[in-house]
């Protein structure tokens, strides 16, 4: 008969089989190591977690002038990755039933000076904004961008960034097509600030950063502030401080600056511990569109294929900064990529990589 002891072997040893084994330490250092030398980019910073455990890659520097290290703390602009939590914000108004998806965006907006010169603006719905299907004129346009250019420490408002797209032509009538459109986000962030009562800052801040805990992230940031990663564009072998176009970002289309751990626990309370929506909410954002699944977009969450099913999530991309922000379900894997410059490859396929070195024995 076995004893006590062989018994608690026996079992210990049977867990340990089942059990997923643990990844490899550092397994994913080589290949950010390899990413970054193959892309030439300032640095980076890489984390992948999920079952068998939770590794964090970084390399390069944040700051090219001090030769400031990326570290695992550094705070990153991650772009249009900030949708994401824009998106999350209104469909909690609606879960609040403070907001209805297919109610006109105007009630909502119309305070904002000459908005009446946004053309679809007065039948465009939520559900519309959230699927890039309102047919509204881009803002972030070659006139933005040289506005931008010429007034290097302006923090456009909502209002400031919306007249770049007035009196300019719809690009269909709302409903009857997909184009991803940052004025689109532009609309939902004027929706949260009105329905809170508060600035687009202040209702991120209570709705997503205090309560999941991301102490290291804002709408938006101050170059005084130190741990910034400086974005940077490579010309002709000669590297350009960009960074304000990141910083001054302060509208719903993309205004985020964090730190990996941060999105980390961002992500996981949205899609893995259902702490910010309704699961159900959650999977109709997720959905891909039924017109058009090649548009590979829900209701601001983007769904890309993997070898390991859907992951959940967005990209980011503006000159000087990239960010690659995931939840692969099925793994129950998060992958979050930050860098401070711009790829060279048109595919770097960051997010594939990354996890094959993370799942690598």
């Not at 900030?82 to 998806?101: I, M, P, S």
């Not at 590297?239 to 730190?259: E, F, K, L, Q």
């Not at 899609?271 to 929506?277: A, G, Q």
């Amino acid at each position: 008969m076995p004893t006590q002891m062989h018994v608690l072997t026996w079992l210990a040893t049977l867990i340990a089989a089942l059990l997923p084994p643990l990844a490899e330490a550092g397994s994913i250092q080589p290949f950010l190591d390899q990413l970054v030398k193959q892309e030439k980019l300032p640095g980076a910073v890489l984390l992948v977690s999920g079952p068998q455990g939770r590794q964090i890659a970084t390399a390069g520097v944040a700051n090219l002038k001090n030769q400031e290290p990326v570290t695992e703390n550094t705070r990153f602009y991650i772009a249009s990755s900030g949708k994401l939590v824009t998106a999350v914000a209104t469909l909690q108004l609606v879960q609040e039933n403070k907001v209805r998806l297919k109610e006109p965006v105007f009630k909502w907006v119309k305070g904002f000076e000459g908005i009446q010169k946004l053309r679809n603006i007065r039948s465009v719905t939520v559900e519309q904004l959230l699927k890039h299907r309102s047919g509204v004129a881009e803002y972030y346009t070659d006139a933005f961008g040289e506005d931008a250019d010429e007034n290097r420490d302006k923090r456009y408002s909502i209002q400031e960034s919306l007249a770049f797209a007035y009196d300019e032509d719809a690009e269909f009538k709302p409903g009857a097509e997909y184009s991803y459109n940052n004025t689109n986000f532009v609309l939902l962030g004027g929706l949260i600030e009105s329905a809170d009562s508060t600035s687009y800052a202040k209702a991120i801040q209570r709705r997503i950063f205090d309560a999941v805990g991301m102490p290291s992230s804002s709408v938006g940031a101050r170059p005084v502030k130190s741990g910034l990663a400086h974005g940077y564009e490579l010309d002709n072998g000669r590297a350009t401080d960009v960074s304000y176009t990141g910083w001054n970002a302060i509208t719903g289309d993309g205004a985020v600056v964090t730190t990996v751990g941060d999105y980390e626990a961002f992500l996981n309370a949205l899609f893995r511990d259902s702490k910010l929506l309704r699961p159900q909410t959650v999977n109709q954002m997720c959905t891909p569109q039924t017109e058009e699944p090649e548009s590979g977009h829900g209701m601001g969450c983007s769904i890309v294929d993997t070898p390991w099913g859907e992951a959940w999530g967005h990209d980011g991309s503006i000159t000087g900064f990239n960010a690659e922000t995931w939840f692969i379900k099925r793994l129950g894997v998060t992958v979050v990529f930050f860098t401070n410059g711009d790829f060279k490859s048109e595919e770097p396929n960051v997010v594939v990589r990354a996890v094959t070195a993370y799942l690598k024995q």
